[in-house]
């Protein structure tokens, strides 16, 4: 089990409380799309990926980006328990929609990455490594159930 | 294989780096030590606690060579050839701290260039940073 000390907790808190869930959650989303295109092989079903700006604009898009941030909103809500909190997505994404883990963790990696442009110098080095801890963890939480 | 679009969000982004490369440098060695702590094993010869001054000039010698990479982009693999033997022979970095290294670069470039810090500029500087890393590997085995 992943131990997140009271600092980290706490950095993670502050940022969350400023993030805006709808912005970072669909921008996250979109860039993982447009940089690793393969990721696409999973959203059939979200209708026109066929360019950066169709991309950037499709609702399916954004409506899941914003569906995966609120997530992490629950996460951090339960940092002490993520393999629980995630057990029932992680089966669902095992399961139903058969997605590689390995995309949990670059989706982990754009959300701090667009993070950073949200937040410039206050996402400092301490606070980049809280969140990174947190995706990761939130990552392998996802893919704990799967078999 | 870059395209002319991905060739010139680089040089555009390098633009910004360039004449202060110690300063980025020792932003991106701050981050990755502080994110990924176990990367300090591959700089012992910077101490432990590593100051101000040896981050800026390592990490100005890091970003020269990347600087390098941007002048040379088209031929990537002959002009870090040298490098690529240092890192197969002498430093034997584990190729998957590399993923580590660019992840701390991109941060370091979108909390500089907030919103100016496109998808397109992002998907390139990807590319382009992971394929530094497989030349820089390549000779490893």
């Known amino acids: 089990m992943v131990h997140f000390t009271t600092e980290e907790k706490a950095a993670v808190a502050s940022l969350w409380a400023k993030v805006n869930v709808e912005a970072v959650g669909s921008e996250s989303l979109a860039r993982l799309l447009i940089v690793y295109p393969w990721t696409q092989r999973f959203f059939d079903s979200f209708g026109n990926l066929h360019s950066e700006s169709a991309i950037m604009g499709n609702p399916k898009v954004k409506a899941h980006g914003r569906k995966v941030l609120n997530s992490f909103g629950n996460a951090i809500k339960h940092m002490d328990d993520l393999k629980g909190t995630f057990a029932d997505l992680s089966e669902l994404h095992c399961d139903k929609l058969h997605v590689d883990p390995e995309n949990f963790r670059l989706l982990g990696n754009i959300i701090l990455i667009v993070l950073a442009t949200h937040f410039s110098k206050k996402f400092t080095p301490q606070m980049q490594a809280a969140w990174q801890k947190l995706t990761n963890a939130v990552a392998n939480a996802l893919a704990h159930k799967y078999r | ?141």
């Open chain 2, 1 to 141: 294989m870059l395209s002319v679009q991905e060739r010139a969000h680089i040089a555009q982004v390098w633009d910004l780096i360039a004449g202060q490369e110690a300063l980025f440098g020792a932003e991106l060695l701050r981050r990755l030590f502080t994110v990924y702590p176990s990367t300090k094993v591959y700089f012992r010869h910077l101490g432990d606690h590593p100051d101000e001054v040896q981050l800026l000039n390592h990490g100005q010698r890091m970003l020269q060579a990347v600087g390098v990479a941007v002048q040379y982009m088209d031929n990537l693999r002959a002009v870090l050839s040298p490098l690529a033997d240092l890192h197969a022979q002498v430093l034997r970095v584990d190729p998957t701290n590399f993923p580590l290294v660019i992840q701390c670069f991109q941060v370091v470039l979108a909390s500089h260039l907030q919103g100016e810090f496109t998808v397109e500029m992002q998907a390139a500087w990807d590319k382009f940073l992971t394929g530094i890393a497989v030349v820089l590997t390549e000779k490893y085995r």
